[in-house]
């Protein structure tokens, strides 16, 4: 939303390797003024529907934790779309494999009918400890 963000992300598999679990928390060497932020995300895979599922918990409550997120891969992006109370929005999954990167592009539909980057983060490896 117009500023750095400096989350650390750690992805496992659970629930029977079913959902992978996105663990975003801001970083605790994110500058003092970076708003706090922590959420849970579960992505799976409903091979009847042939389409990916996205669940968000995060710490602004159930609100928007009711909405599901629906996805499809297209090459090396998984894109999801979202109908929350407020307006449709965007989550974009894309693989750069020649940086070995992720690209996480987040957009929101304004009341003007308008799509607008509401983030557009950059998933790095960490080094090994």
């Known amino acids: 939303m117009g500023h750095d963000a400096h ?8 629930l029977n390797h079913q959902f992978l679990r996105i663990h975003e928390k801001t970083a605790a060497a994110a500058p003092k ?3 706090p932020y922590e959420a849970t995300w579960f992505l799976g ?4 529907s042939e389409k990916y599922v996205l669940h968000l918990m995060d710490i602004y409550g159930a609100r928007f934790s009711e909405t599901l997120g629906w996805g499809w891969q297209e090459g ?8 929350y109370p407020d307006g449709p929005f965007h989550t ?10 992720w690209q996480w592009l987040m957009e929101q539909k304004g ?7 509401f ?3 950059k998933l790095t490896k960490s080094a090994s400890p």
Request: without cysteine; glycine residues 4%.
């Open 33 to 35: 003024t970076e708003h």
């Open 92 to 101: 974009t999954f894309r693989w750069n494999p020649d940086s070995g990167t």
């Open 7 to 14: 989350h650390e992300i750690q992805a496992d598999w659970v």
């Open 45 to 48: 895979y409903d091979p009847i």
């Open 111 to 117: 009341k003007d009918g308008k799509w607008s980057p």
């Open 119 to 121: 983030a557009d983060l």
């Open 76 to 83: 090396n992006q998984i894109k999801f779309v979202f109908e």
